[in-house]
């Protein structure tokens, strides 16, 4: 995320990245759906951003006071740590589940 530009930047490639996707105030963290939805804690405007693959906005969520960080578990809720207020705030049910990449290098016995 770029904080200051209140913008995120999807990398595809090493050294190849998209136009920055606006997403709020003060982006800090993210995290990916098994969808490919991109989440994004806005710091600045105590939201949470729901944009699809192509980095266009879906909803916005309230939350707690400057949240920092987003988790998807494997039910589909959306769990964001809030600095400002030292909460969690659990949204139940509106994400695809996490994104998990697997593994490709040597297989043990």
Do not use: C, H, R
């Not at 606006?22 to 806005?42: E, R």
């Not at 105590?46 to 906005?57: A, D, K, R």
């Amino acid at each position: 995320s770029t904080n200051n530009a209140g913008t995120v930047v999807k990398l595809t490639a090493p050294s190849t990245s998209s136009s920055p996707y606006t997403v709020g105030i003060a982006p800090k963290g993210a995290a990916i759906d098994s969808a490919g939805n991109i989440w994004v804690a806005n710091n600045g405007s105590n939201t949470v951003m729901e944009l699809n693959s192509s980095g266009n906005p879906i909803t916005t969520y309230s939350v707690g006071k400057n949240p920092v960080d987003v988790a998807i578990d494997s039910s589909g809720d959306v769990w964001v740590t809030n600095n400002g207020d030292g909460t969690v705030s659990e949204l139940v049910g509106v994400a695809a589940g996490p994104q998990f990449f697997p593994y490709s290098g040597p297989q043990f016995p």
